[in-house]
């Protein structure tokens, strides 16, 4: 039985062998090369900057709309959980954002804003906003009202009250948040750059859709989806590890 | 100061103490809870509040405690509380002394180790809630409350669902930190033998034509001279 560390590793071995047995089914390495045929391209692309340029562009604009999404979804979330007379106000609008197509958001951000970087943050920041409420909701909605009492009575501040009794309860749900958030924000990215970019892992696959490189598009895919896993185990799951140690303590 | 010898519904103006309550009523949605309850806790003395399951004890403690704010009335409270809680209400991710710290801002390192060696916790500090023992948790809980030399001390039920030993354990404990810190204390109990046990005098509630109201007569105990030992 392999130990818990190597499982990850055996597991995406295994996805490479169903791609690898995929390929040489197909036959055609220019509808789906081997994993070891995108190296050549990979080396070309991160030697000549296309590929860190690029990535950059992308992974900015990721950072922008997450840090955005998940301020005001943790605001909103947390006033909704909290308040049930804001809640029935601003709760259509929260069903109405969530069930707007994220492509009708992006295209009329373009429309109204322009072609530029404000439009692009905004319209990611826009789709992912409401799960990220959502999630929060109903985080705030489970706050153990025994240590809100405590909390009062002790009379803790407010900044006490949010950094030592609050956020420590919703951690379970921003995380998942966060989690999420990564995950939707970086796909919505490449749809954004798809449509109106100059620069990004999007504007890279739109240009090598449009030439069928089909090689090309997946070492631009699979270059982002590497530093998102590593943006995973380097940060979020530490940080979950971390604010959960007290559970396994 | 006196204590007066009738309490209830219609009496004089309240007495100058750590605490003076004056409700004049609470409902919930419609149905009224508490009528006109008025009383006031002089520094020092502790007072035990008993009545029928359902009467609205709890909800009278939370009043006092400015947990609950929708009700007719006033309350003047000192400006250091502290409450016990049915349940420790600790914060389970922080550690023991950090529970005591995070509540109480400026108290240091010392202050909180010997409040917690004063509740038998010389060792735990670093230890998080859910390490340890219900009866653990329950002494950092004392802890808590006594660590910031409240003037106003108030407990709902703090001996409830501990086992009889445990409780005694509690109960002598509890009285100890009374009787050396003498806040005024305020607490809600089943228990006759906790509230002749702990109690300087008792209030009864019972029910009123409007919500439950003080009964007309108060049991008042001598003072113990453990109490007016300090």
Sequence with gaps: MPTCRFIPVLSI???????ITAALLT??????????????GFVREISSGELPRHLGATLVRVLWAFVLAMGLGLALGLAMGRSPALNRWLDPWLVIFLNLPALVLIVLCYLWIGLNETAAILAVTLNKVPGVTTVIREGARALDPDLDAMAKVYRMSWYVRLRHVVLPQLAPFVIAAARSGVAVIWKIVLVVE???RSSGIGFQIHLYFQLFDVPMVMIYAFSFIAVMLLAEWVFLQPWERRVARWRWA | MGIPATLGAARGPLEVGVIAVDIRSKTFGGNAVLGPVSFSIAPGETVALVGPSGIGKSTLLRIVAGVDTQFRGTIARPGAMAMVFQDPTLLPWRSAMDNLRTVHRGLTRQAAARAMAETGLTGKEE???????????RRLALARAFAGQPELLIMDEPFVSLD????ETMLALTENLIAHHRPATLFVTHAQNEAERLATRILT??????????????QRFRVREKHTAG
């Design chain 1, 194 to 196: 798809f449509l109106g």
């Design chain 2, 164 to 167: 009889a030993e445990t409780a």
């Design chain 1, 13 to 19: 071995t295994g996805l490479l062998g169903v791609w």
């Design chain 2, 127 to 137: 230890m998080f809630p859910g390490q340890l023992s219900q009866g653990q948790r």
């Design chain 1, 27 to 40: 036959g055609d390495p220019r509808i789906l090369p081997m994993p070891f045929d995108l190296v050549p």
């Design chain 2, 205 to 218: 509630l019972v029910p009123g034509p409007e919500g439950a109201v003080l009964g007309t007569s108060c």
